[in-house]
């Protein structure tokens, strides 16, 4: 391309970014709003794993303990399908609300977070619609097949192996972030004690899912893929373990906390 036409492509890229993240600070107000009916939505998908996870430690769950298990309970009560149209609104809007901070925020980590938050939640909202629409699956189904395809390539077992640390490390920092009370800063005022104590309950206990997805990932580069069915793969290998029913039952009260304090800070959060 020749100089001057690229320096006009460039020109207009640069003009479409500009109006963009006019666009975006001009409704970041307003989307804020409307996101936080997606934190209550969170908090519920929350409370529903945290209620499978609990099953799973009692022995009485047959079916998959991830959000996609979480879903299809909802999808099998009546009017069900209607609850998840209402859950798939509610986290598309803050699905909305991350997009616009991956493009207005002030720190680089707070853009980075917004937009993995973002993907979260649209993953969730298309498996709201799915199991709405009647053709919900489990994402650790899916989670396994996109392990066993890279496993394939050439050098998939490395990249299952840094997928794995990096998912164990987010178990990590989401431990480190719960007993540093970092959560704090994404409520608008002060907490009360209770508040706090569900915080790092809820924070903790994601932290502890997470690292053990990690771990289960790395292993999977074995071969043993189905070590890589996602949450619900995590939650049945705590049980496994000595005293693990009892881990995993402080584990599910931890996501219900989490669940909880979604729920009562989903009208004043000032992020996600």
Known sequence: MPGPARSRASSEVRSHVRRGEAFAQAHEHGLKKVGRAGVAADGVVHLLIAWLAAQVALGGSGGS???GGALGQVA??????VLLWVLALGLAALAAWQVVVAVTGGKTSHRLSAAVKAVVALALVV???RFATGGGSSPGAQQQTLTQR???APGGAVLVVLAGLVVAGVGVGLVVRGVRKDFEEKVEGSLSRPLTALGV?????????????GALVVVSATG???????????FREIAAQPFGVVLLLLVALGLAAYGVFQLLTAHRRARA
Do not use: I, Y
Request: hydrophobic share 50%; with cysteine.
């Open 65 to 67: 303990a991830d959000s």
């Open 76 to 81: 099998a009560q009546p009017f069900g399908a």
């Open 127 to 129: 498996s709201c619609v």
């Open 150 to 152: 890279v496993l394939e």
């Open 201 to 213: 309950a809820g924070w903790v206990a994601r932290g502890v899912a997470f690292a053990v997805l």
């Open 224 to 234: 043993d893929t189905g070590k890589s069915r996602g949450l619900d793969a995590a």
